[in-house]
């Protein structure tokens, strides 16, 4: 990521714009569902929504001396498939720099797991693809190509809902070649969750894609923290994206003392959680 173009996008203020009503509300379970959000490193989350579980970004190597690694314990639970890592549906990659996901780790996982599902840009599988033994996992693999502009891309997969939209990774237009895909997941036709990779928080990116989200609110939203306590995160969040609730990641080990003193949601520790249905 472009640390100079984060150090610019956080000016921070207290402004407070409030969460779009969604046009279609979301459906709402039974309250003894399992709803969780479990924060791993990075930007690597477990989602868990009744039965279904989806990782996002787990594997990586490099944490550029400031990030936060997912500790070896929970790496090697993921592994193992230990609960709560028991009976993952699908892996979803934002993008394929190092910080983010790792080919080695994402091949030993998809071959020591049979089931699982890979969607990831195709900057990632094109990395994959140079491991021993893609062709064992190859028709579990579903990259996303898509070019800055283009529509919604969607596709089902079981039980979930996808959809992709290519948005410039942070430092735009310096970084405009790498493939930057924010997910939102739609699990059982009612949980909804975004996870947006390195996007750049410029309310640009976003204004072609207003009316596709506003069909459907978005319960929780994983950006990259730039977008805390900076207004037009904020906007892009709430007012374009229709997020109902969001949760910073991408927080440096030191958390900078702006975002500590915000009020805004994040995870910086492993292992933290949230009940994504019950703020």
Same mark, same amino acid.
């Given at each position: 990521?472009?640390?100079?173009?984060?150090?610019?996008?956080?000016?921070?203020?207290?402004?407070?714009?409030?969460?779009?009503?969604?046009?279609?509300?979301?459906?709402?379970?039974?309250?003894?569902?399992?709803?969780?959000?479990?924060?791993?490193?990075? +930007?690597?989350? =477990?989602?868990?929504?009744?039965?279904? !579980?989806? =990782? %996002?970004?787990?594997?990586?190597?490099?944490?550029?001396?400031?990030?936060? =690694?997912?500790?070896? !314990?929970? *790496?090697?639970?993921?592994?193992?498939? !230990?609960?709560?890592?028991?009976?993952?549906?699908?892996? %979803?990659?934002?993008?394929?720099?190092?910080?983010?996901?790792?080919?080695?780790?994402?091949?030993?996982?998809?071959?020591?797991?049979?089931?699982?599902?890979?969607?990831?840009?195709?900057?990632?599988?094109?990395?994959?693809?140079?491991?021993?033994?893609?062709?064992?996992?190859?028709?579990?693999?579903?990259?996303?190509?898509?070019?800055?502009?283009?529509?919604?891309?969607?596709?089902?997969?079981?039980? =979930? +809902?996808?959809?992709?939209? *290519?948005?410039?990774?942070?430092?735009?237009? +310096?970084?405009?070649?790498?493939?930057?895909?924010?997910?939102?997941?739609?699990?059982?036709?009612?949980?909804?969750?975004?996870?947006?990779?390195?996007?750049?928080?410029?309310?640009?990116?976003?204004?072609?894609? *207003?009316?596709?989200?506003?069909?459907?609110?978005?319960?929780?939203? $994983?950006?990259?923290?730039?977008? !805390?306590?900076?207004?037009?995160?904020?906007?892009?969040?709430?007012?374009?994206?229709?997020?109902?609730?969001?949760?910073?990641?991408?927080?440096?080990?030191?958390?900078?003392?702006?975002?500590?003193?915000?009020?805004?949601?994040? $995870?910086?520790?492993?292992?933290?959680?949230?009940? %994504?249905?019950?703020?």
């Amino acid at each position: 990521m472009n640390y100079r173009i984060v150090t610019l996008l956080l000016t921070w203020s207290l402004l407070v714009i409030p969460a779009a009503k969604a046009d279609q509300p979301v459906p709402v379970d039974s309250d003894d569902e399992d709803h969780r959000a479990i924060y791993l490193g990075n +930007e690597a989350v =477990l989602v868990v929504a009744g039965e279904t !579980k989806i =990782l %996002f970004d787990p594997f990586f190597h490099n944490n550029y001396g400031i990030y936060q =690694l997912v500790p070896e !314990k929970i *790496r090697a639970d993921i592994f193992a498939g !230990k609960p709560p890592f028991d009976g993952v549906t699908a892996v %979803f990659v934002s993008h394929a720099h190092g910080d983010h996901f790792t080919a080695d780790d994402m091949m030993r996982y998809l071959k020591d797991w049979p089931k699982v599902r890979l969607v990831a840009p195709s900057q990632a599988v094109r990395s994959l693809q140079t491991e021993p033994g893609y062709q064992e996992v190859e028709s579990r693999v579903t990259g996303v190509s898509l070019k800055l502009g283009d529509p919604v891309w969607q596709q089902r997969l079981g039980n =979930l +809902e996808i959809e992709a939209i *290519r948005i410039p990774h942070s430092g735009w237009p +310096e970084r405009a070649s790498v493939e930057n895909i924010v997910f939102r997941v739609l699990i059982d036709d009612k949980s909804s969750v975004s996870h947006l990779g390195d996007a750049d928080a410029n309310p640009g990116h976003y204004h072609q894609y *207003r009316d596709h989200w506003r069909q459907q609110a978005t319960e929780v939203a $994983f950006p990259p923290y730039w977008f !805390k306590g900076n207004p037009a995160g904020k906007d892009i969040l709430h007012n374009q994206m229709n997020v109902k609730r969001a949760i910073g990641i991408h927080v440096p080990v030191v958390v900078p003392p702006q975002l500590q003193d915000s009020g805004e949601e994040y $995870f910086s520790k492993p292992g933290e959680e949230i009940n %994504f249905r019950n703020p």
